[in-house]
């Protein structure tokens, strides 16, 4: 060991903010020197069963503007961030005894990927090392539920009733104050590049409908503009539906999946636009959205690795498809349904897609061409800038009706493309003709 001194390890994951930040807090407030861990998990960045990357540059990019910005942020506290890309057991094995580090920080995640790194981990380390767990992704609290896990309601309309009748949503962590100098290690980590992860660097597209940075700092300039600037908050009802422009939506998502916004941040700046600005049903809409987000984390939470099963959380003995050119096509845009290729093609050049969207393409995958939906989840896993697991497929799931949908509903691909792009001009936009391949 390098350092006699104990040292508290912050070990980020989907957690990439300083503010409202339950990690940072609890080791700044432990008194010891404090150093903070990323890796870039090469398993990440590996080809699927499926054949596609199962992180593309899109979101990759985002990790790395985030990082960016958190690694500068950290320096101005005089907190080191190290950043490596290799097997994150390795690494943080490494560091852990190098650095005499005696306490372990990290927000708690439970989905299967995350489980086994843990797992490994805590079975290598030296056994006197503390690890410190705790929930910090969700809007409402799981020690401030009104019911056990296990009765978490299979209808996500009982879940948000007794949360908005029973629960309440915790204050902001208090910001972290800045550490002495002689904290900082000498070390400068390099954020690896797109390069260096096995990817290519794309240009942002000129009609993307999410052409926004990474990073904590750009989540607050869109809040600020969405809210404060534009006051857009208070129409988000009614122009949610939308597909085309940067402001239809909040377009939070992404900063919310990398932990470098939280939704309690999101929840507190609603609740003072309603006391300073107006409070109406699209104020109240945004809540029900971050709402809608908390009740997939739960569910997958509840349900563990079901939630990744052909069958389901339902266990649904479905007959699925997994025909090579059918899958082929509707990734590239070359059904026979003109909404379908659109969407897909604005998420193949952009690595965004709407709500309204996401829902059709999905439908058309899994009650159109009966494929199997994980294949499609897995595509939007490897493209989107906002993927998260547990919002991914459980809304997969639901669309596939093998999760939580108790009407099993199919989406009318053709009446709602009538009605949510009246006169096409969406279409037009992401048409096979007007784009260069």
Not at 125 to 137: A, L, M
Request: with cysteine; charged share 25%; glycine share 4%.
């Amino acid at each position: 060991m390098e350092n006699e001194k104990p040292i508290a390890m912050v070990w980020l994951r989907n957690d990439l903010r300083l503010s409202d930040q339950q990690s940072f807090s609890s080791a700044v407030s432990s008194g010891l020197d404090v150093v903070a861990y990323y890796c870039f998990d090469p398993k990440h960045y590996e080809t699927t069963q499926w054949g596609f990357p199962k992180t593309e540059s899109y979101r990759a990019q985002f990790l790395i503007e985030t990082l960016t910005q958190l690694k500068q942020a950290l320096l101005e506290l005089n907190i080191s961030l190290i950043v490596e890309h290799k097997d994150p057991v390795e690494g943080l094995v490494h560091w852990i005894d190098k650095l005499n580090v005696s306490t372990v920080y990290f927000q708690k995640e439970w989905t299967q990927e995350e489980r086994v790194v843990e797992k490994k981990l805590r079975s290598i380390v030296r056994s006197e090392i503390v690890f410190k767990s705790h929930y910090d992704q969700f809007l409402f609290h799981p020690e401030d539920l009104s019911f056990p896990l296990d009765e978490l309601p299979e209808v996500f309309t009982q879940f948000r009733k007794l949360c908005e009748k029973k629960c309440h949503v915790r204050k902001l962590i208090p910001e972290i104050v800045s550490l002495p100098k002689d904290n900082l290690l000498t070390n400068n980590f390099e954020i690896p590049s797109l390069n260096d992860l096995g990817l290519t660097a794309r240009e942002v597209h000129p009609n993307s409908a999410f052409p926004f940075k990474g990073g904590s700092k750009e989540a607050e300039k869109r809040l600020n503009h969405y809210f404060w600037n534009t006051k857009k908050l208070s129409y988000y009802k009614q122009t949610r539906n939308g597909l085309i422009g940067n402001d239809y939506s909040s377009k939070f998502s992404a900063w919310l999946a990398n932990g470098s916004l939280s939704a309690r941040q999101i929840y507190w700046e609603i609740s003072s636009y309603e006391k300073e600005v107006k409070k109406n049903q699209s104020t109240y809409w945004l809540i029900f959205e971050l709402i809608w987000r908390d009740y997939f984390k739960y569910i997958s939470l509840k349900h563990q690795d079901t939630i990744f099963h052909l069958g389901g959380i339902l266990q649904k003995d479905y007959h699925w498809e997994r025909d090579t050119r059918s899958v082929k096509n509707w990734m590239e845009g070359k059904t026979k349904e003109p909404f379908v290729n659109a969407n897909m093609i604005e998420l193949k050049k952009t690595g965004w897609m709407s709500n309204r969207g996401r829902q059709n393409v999905a439908s058309y995958f899994a009650k159109d061409l009966l494929l199997d939906w994980r294949i499609g989840a897995a595509y939007f896993e490897s493209l989107l800038i906002d993927y998260d697991v547990h919002s991914n497929y459980g809304n997969w799931m639901y669309v596939a009706g093998v999760g939580n949908d108790p009407r099993d509903r199919k989406f009318n691909v053709r009446f709602q493309a009538e009605r949510y792009d009246e006169g096409g001009k969406f279409q037009q936009i992401w048409n096979q003709k007007t784009l260069f391949e």
